[in-house]
């Protein structure tokens, strides 16, 4: 042992002995005090009791769910299933510590198939909380209850009932005060069990789940099978018509497979990215990141879309073993789920290319059908559903809608007209107006003539007479340096001159005479709110873009116009800029004839 550890020890030994002791014996803690330890690690707030009993009534093979929480949960939980039940005679061994129907050997860890497989649920629940629990199998002609408080045993009894189980917590966290100390308000801990319940109605869309709070429904699903169906019930009408089918491919081992949103529809949060493998619900940053990474400059900044996505591969690629509560896997080949992940919805979202629509414009609706309304619904902003963020939606043809609107990627062919408010181009296309926002046209144009360069490191670059100094912090000015080779892919070529100050010796052809240093700032503004995902290449590139368009307030003549529609249509993903903002929408031919009173 070093001097350090020695004198270390006898600080620690004097310590102890001006405390009253020389030593601290080890001890065994008692039964009821090591259960609740083990019952912090699987039960954190009402949500996770939900989750571990919903858990035990899909692999029970029910066909139906129905929850009830009081008081967001912390005052009641009630799950009802119509599952296979519980044998009479194993009812009081289902809340020992580690008793579970579904593992036989350690061979069977390798190959899980069930939500649940540890045998803590029911007794990590019962130890802070009164747990009854109503149960009957289909083999036995009566049903069985137990109570159980602070993790003893109070009654058992038989009661009649139909096969299946329910369970009621009361009381959650009673004996445990810290813990009950730290749940949220009742709106939020009831958010977070809809939520669940979302999910999961989401990766068993055969299963009718419901969900009441304080006697009000929440969460109502129809079981009948179809993912589109439960995304419906789940988000609604309006979000599902916007949703993006990605089939799945039979006969492969890894599949992707899913719903994702098209542009016109993202949240606040990550919340509503709904990741699914083998039915099992997770967490995983790198997938995100791989969605995020699909939907590149086709979102706006810091916005995400919604997305149901099943990753199907076989049990023994994937460990669901890793996490107490289960939210987190590890892949046993995770680079190749990360790009079938991406290929998938980038694939999906490539092969839409639809474009905004005009919804209503005089406030009239005489003469609207149905249907009308279904296909040109006005953009808005809804408040927030309780399930992750306020929702923005913008209103996107689909094939047929509004005229004889161009579905995929490109382009239909437009004829230029004129210039509005020198911002905007007017050109004639197939079904009506287009209204072309200049800048963000540019943008789109530049982004993806700046990308296809720095990927055949081909960008065209001008150095500059007299380098541009750029004054930064120190932080931020090393933060730079320790990126100047994706910088100088993109044709900003930069280098350190002292403490916090930087030189800009080159830049890319279209930036020659203009605000560097503005760029500049704007990318590392960027970098600091971009997080973990964030790509200095790829936000280079949207930055530089942005500076080198054409600007809002810019006379343009008639054959400038031209050519930048031109540009526009041989463009892989024309209909957004960088920033995920709409480059054109469409005022269509019916819109029009209605609005002149034609029909």
């Known amino acids: 042992m070093g001097k350090s550890a020695v004198r270390g020890t006898m600080r620690w030994s004097a310590r102890r002995q001006t405390q009253g002791s020389s030593f601290v014996p080890i001890r065994l803690l008692p ?41 967001g949960g912390r005052r009641l939980i009630r799950v009802e299933d119509d599952g296979c039940g519980i044998a009479s005679d194993q ?32 007794a990590s629940i019962a130890a802070v909380s009164h747990v009854t629990l109503s149960t009957r199998a289909a083999d036995d002609e009566t049903g069985t209850r137990i109570r159980v408080a602070g993790g003893q045993v ?80 789940v988000y609604g009408l309006d979000v599902a018509e916007e949703m993006l089918e990605i089939p799945r491919a039979d006969g492969q081992e890894l599949s992707v497979w899913g719903y994702v949103s098209g542009p016109s529809v993202h949240r606040s949060s990550r919340q509503d990215v709904t990741l699914l493998v083998n039915r099992r619900w997770i967490q995983d940053n790198s997938l995100s990141y791989a969605i995020g990474e699909a939907y590149q400059s086709l979102l706006p900044q810091r916005r995400h879309p919604v997305v149901v996505l099943n990753i199907t591969l076989p049990p023994r690629d994937v460990d669901v073993n890793v996490h107490p509560t289960k939210r987190e896997v590890r892949f046993q080949r995770p680079r190749e789920v990360f790009v079938a992940v991406q290929r998938a919805v980038r694939t999906t979202l490539m092969a839409q290319g639809n474009v905004p629509v005009i919804a209503h414009i005089g406030g009239r609706e005489e003469g609207w059908t149905a249907g009308d309304r279904a296909a040109y619904t006005p953009s808005l902003l809804l408040p927030d559903d309780g399930l992750g963020g306020g929702e923005v939606r913008g209103a996107w043809a689909g094939p047929g809608a509004g005229g004889d609107l161009v579905g995929g990627e490109r382009l239909p062919m437009l004829r230029v007209i004129g210039q509005l408010a020198q911002t905007y ?57 320790e990126h100047v080779e994706e910088l100088a ?72 116009m031209r050519d930048l529609v031109r540009s526009l249509e041989r463009c892989a993903l024309p209909h957004t800029c960088p920033h995920g903002r709409p480059t054109l929408i469409q005022m269509t031919r019916d819109q029009l004839e209605r609005e002149f009173g034609r029909r």
């Open 489 to 560: 892919r993109v044709g900003l070529v930069v280098s350190p001159f002292g403490s916090g100050t930087l030189l800009v010796r080159a830049v890319p052809q279209h930036l020659v005479g203009g605000d560097v240093e503005a760029a500049l700032a704007e990318l590392v503004e960027a970098a600091e709110e971009g997080g973990e995902a964030f790509s200095w290449l790829d936000q280079a590139l949207v930055t530089l873009s942005c500076h080198t368009a054409i600007r809002a307030g810019q006379t343009l003549s008639l054959d400038e």
């Open 154 to 233: 109070a009654r058992v009894e038989a009661v009649g009932r139909p096969v299946g189980t329910g369970v009621t917590v009361e009381h959650l966290f009673y004996n445990t005060p810290p813990r009950l100390k730290f749940l949220r308000t009742d709106a939020t801990e009831a958010g977070h069990v809809a939520r669940l319940l979302s999910a999961y109605a989401l990766a068993f869309p055969a299963l009718r789940f419901s969900l009441t709070h304080g006697g009000r429904s929440v969460l109502s699903t129809t079981g009948t099978g179809s993912l589109y169906d439960a995304i419906m019930a």
């Open 91 to 122: 009812v009081e061994l289902a809340f020992a510590r580690h008793a579970t129907s579904k593992l036989a050997s350690a061979d069977e860890l390798y190959d899980i198939r069930t939500l649940g497989f540890r045998g803590e649920a029911l």
């Open 425 to 481: 181009i007017l050109a004639e296309g197939p079904g009506g107006l287009y209204l072309i926002d200049q800048h963000a046209a540019h943008e789109r144009i530049r982004y993806e003539e700046l990308s296809t360069q720095a990927q055949r490191a081909a960008v065209v670059t001008q150095e500059l007479l007299e380098p541009r100094v750029v004054e930064l912090s120190p932080r931020l000015a090393e933060l730079v340096e």
């Open 31 to 71: 039964p009821e005090l090591a259960s609740k330890i083990a019952a912090g690690e699987v039960i954190e707030r009402p949500v996770s009791v939900v989750k571990e009993l919903i858990e035990n009534a899909i692999d029970a093979g029910a066909s139906r769910v129905d929850v009830a929480i009081e008081q």
